[in-house]
Protein backbone atom coordinates (compact mmCIF):
# COMPACT_ATOMS: atom_id res chain seq x y z
CA UNK A 1 0.00 0.00 0.00
CA UNK A 2 1.69 3.15 -0.60
CA UNK A 3 2.21 5.95 1.66
CA UNK A 4 -0.14 8.80 2.11
CA UNK A 5 0.84 11.97 0.69
CA UNK A 6 1.42 14.89 3.09
CA UNK A 7 0.77 18.52 1.56
CA UNK A 8 4.01 21.15 3.18
CA UNK A 9 3.58 24.08 3.07
CA UNK A 10 5.90 27.08 3.89
CA UNK A 11 4.54 30.63 5.35
CA UNK A 12 7.36 32.05 3.29
CA UNK A 13 7.56 31.12 -0.04
CA UNK A 14 4.91 28.92 -2.96
CA UNK A 15 6.73 25.91 -2.38
CA UNK A 16 6.53 23.37 -5.21
CA UNK A 17 7.43 19.82 -5.82
CA UNK A 18 10.20 18.34 -8.54
CA UNK A 19 10.48 15.00 -8.91
CA UNK A 20 8.52 14.29 -5.90
CA UNK A 21 11.02 16.99 -3.31
CA UNK A 22 9.59 19.29 -1.68
CA UNK A 23 11.70 22.41 -3.09
CA UNK A 24 11.58 26.64 -1.56
CA UNK A 25 12.31 29.55 -3.69
CA UNK A 26 15.87 30.55 -3.47
CA UNK A 27 16.06 33.16 -0.93
CA UNK A 28 13.52 31.54 1.25
CA UNK A 29 14.54 31.95 4.83
CA UNK A 30 13.03 28.40 5.68
CA UNK A 31 15.37 26.84 3.27
CA UNK A 32 17.90 24.37 4.98
CA UNK A 33 14.46 23.57 7.69
CA UNK A 34 13.17 20.93 8.26
CA UNK A 35 9.06 20.37 8.66
CA UNK A 36 7.80 19.09 12.49
CA UNK A 37 4.56 17.98 11.74
CA UNK A 38 3.62 17.58 15.49
CA UNK A 39 4.34 21.29 16.20
CA UNK A 40 3.50 22.45 12.43
CA UNK A 41 5.97 25.21 11.71
CA UNK A 42 9.85 24.56 10.05
CA UNK A 43 12.98 23.74 12.22
CA UNK A 44 16.54 25.13 11.16
CA UNK A 45 18.69 22.60 10.83
CA UNK A 46 22.53 23.31 10.82
CA UNK A 47 25.74 20.11 10.29
CA UNK A 48 27.19 19.07 13.69
CA UNK A 49 31.21 20.01 13.36
CA UNK A 50 31.92 17.13 15.48
CA UNK A 51 29.99 14.29 13.19
CA UNK A 52 28.80 16.10 10.32
CA UNK A 53 25.05 14.81 10.99
CA UNK A 54 22.60 17.19 10.02
CA UNK A 55 20.76 18.16 13.92
CA UNK A 56 18.23 21.10 14.46
CA UNK A 57 19.90 24.56 15.10
CA UNK A 58 19.46 24.37 18.83
CA UNK A 59 20.49 21.00 19.09
CA UNK A 60 24.11 20.50 20.98
CA UNK A 61 26.81 18.76 18.76
CA UNK A 62 26.40 15.15 18.56
CA UNK A 63 24.08 14.54 20.78
CA UNK A 64 21.62 12.70 17.40
CA UNK A 65 21.52 8.93 18.37
CA UNK A 66 23.47 6.91 16.11
CA UNK A 67 21.71 5.91 12.77
CA UNK A 68 22.50 5.03 9.10
CA UNK A 69 21.95 8.85 8.22
CA UNK A 70 25.22 9.88 10.31
CA UNK A 71 28.53 8.20 10.27
CA UNK A 72 31.36 9.37 11.89
CA UNK A 73 34.26 9.89 9.12
Known amino acids: MAKPKVRVHCNQCQMLSING ?5 IGCPNTGAR ?5 DCWIKQ ?5 CGCTVDADDPCCSA ?9
Open 46 to 50: RECRD
Open 35 to 39: WDRVN
Open 65 to 73: MESEDCHVN
Open 21 to 25: VACHE
